[in-house]
């Protein structure tokens, strides 16, 4: 059991605007404890409130495992409401509220809660071998931090209906083939691959991409009218902005743009 405290999370800030986040329980393989949920919820909010972030990767320090889920050591000594907090549901993350674009970059198993961690970022890079599953009804649960709404929105539903009822997991060349991972590379081609995503996002306008990704993750959720109202709010803040500015600028004098997410 890690000390009360302990850092079970690591953030680094690095100078392209691309934050990494990494799990760092390797020992259970990153099961998510109240320390590691508290700590995640803390970098979420950290990076949201740093304007010189721009797209974030979630990763892990075990090669083995992206994270298990739920640290069931916690669960039996009755401390399972550790594993969530107020603001960001499981892990601290899965309901949290986010403006920039996030990243999970997956080596080894991602399974129950660590599966709805994958689901709660926006793009996933992942391992050939890495694996993902919901085992939950296999033990009389339910994926309830996301997984068993989320998996239908990001493949086919009844591949997805397949998945929650039998529980088994899938690699990630299936898991590639089936359009839930962006990227499948050999496993130790994932941090990179992650980072050159994560670059090829901070090149463009930052406030543009988190206007866009809000609309966009809301799509599935609103009808048209609501979303095109959406738009045209997020093109009026847009608008107020030096990057608005910017972009049309620079394409007018061949340049390339200098954004600085204000």
């Given at each position: ?31 998510i404890n109240g320390d590691m949920a508290r700590q995640l919820e803390a970098a979420v909010e950290g990076l ?150 994560a670059l090829a996002i901070a090149a463009n306008a930052p406030l543009a991409v988190r206007e866009s990704l ?31 500015i910017e972009g049309p600028r620079a394409f007018l004098e061949k340049r390339s743009p200098q954004w600085t997410?204000?």
């Amino acid at each position: 059991m890690d000390v009360s405290g302990a850092a079970v999370v690591k953030v680094e800030r690095r100078d392209d605007h691309v934050a990494v986040v990494t799990l760092d329980r390797p020992q259970v393989r990153n099961a998510i404890n109240g320390d590691m949920a508290r700590q995640l919820e803390a970098a979420v909010e950290g990076l949201e409130a740093d304007d010189d972030v721009w797209v974030v990767i979630l990763t892990s320090s075990s090669p083995k495992a992206f994270c298990a889920g739920a640290d069931l050591a916690e669960i039996a000594a009755g401390r399972a409401g550790d594993l969530s907090t107020e603001r960001g549901g499981f892990a601290g993350l899965t309901r949290h509220l986010r403006r920039k674009p996030w990243i999970a970059a997956v080596r080894g198993a991602a399974f129950a809660g660590g599966f709805e961690l994958c689901l709660a970022c926006d793009l996933i890079v992942a391992a050939e071998d890495a694996r993902f599953g919901l085992p939950e009804t296999k033990r009389s649960l339910v994926a309830a931090a996301g997984g068993v709404h989320r998996l239908p929105r990001r493949i086919p539903p009844n591949l997805a209906f397949e998945l929650i009822a039998t529980g088994d997991p899938i690699d990630g060349r299936r898991a590639a083939d089936l359009g839930l991972v962006n990227r499948c590379v050999a496993d130790s081609e994932v941090e990179a691959e992650a980072l050159r995503l994560a670059l090829a996002i901070a090149a463009n306008a930052p406030l543009a991409v988190r206007e866009s990704l809000v609309i966009a993750r809301a799509y599935i959720e609103a009808t048209d009218p609501a979303l095109l109202h959406r738009a045209a709010e997020a093109t009026a803040r847009l608008a107020h902005t030096q990057d608005y500015i910017e972009g049309p600028r620079a394409f007018l004098e061949k340049r390339s743009p200098q954004w600085t997410g204000r």
